[in-house]
């Protein structure tokens, strides 16, 4: 090795630790709870990089949409068709209050009289005659 070769001292030499020894020369005794040197966390530097993994906290509006839009297979027109449990309680709903259930009724019919404006829909518009009638 010539003199141009040579690494200056305490430039990436791989004989030199962090505490600036050398490494034969050291008088560290390596045992438990005590590292080699080169093995340890460097200042400034965690042996946890990404944390401790966050809990999934769910409350019960969570679990109750997540259940809500988990897929079941329906029959419809005599194709198999994968919808929400949502979208399937309206459409029970909606075929109970066309049959002129009474509860599905009023339930379907609460629903349509409230400001669905995020829906998209008119608010249900009720017109009495007769004796009903106000002035």
Do not use: C, W
């Not at 379907?108 to 009903?132: C, K, W």
């Amino acid at each position: 090795m010539t003199d141009d070769d040579a690494i200056p001292p305490g430039k990436d030499d791989p004989a030199q630790d962090d505490s600036g020894e050398a490494g034969p020369d050291r008088d560290y005794e390596v045992g438990y709870g005590k590292p080699p040197v080169h093995t340890r966390f460097r200042k400034g530097e965690s042996g946890n990089l990404r944390g401790r993994p966050r809990r999934h906290h769910r409350n019960l509006a969570t679990i109750f949409d997540a259940v809500l839009e988990e897929k079941v297979t329906i029959i419809e027109n005599g194709r198999r068709r994968q919808i929400s449990k949502r979208e399937a309680i309206l459409r029970q709903y909606l075929n109970r209050a066309i049959q002129g259930e009474g509860k599905e009724l009023q339930i379907v019919t609460r629903l349509l009289s409230r400001d669905n404006s995020e829906l998209g829909l008119e608010p249900l518009t009720y017109i009495h005659y007769g004796a009903d009638a106000k002035p």
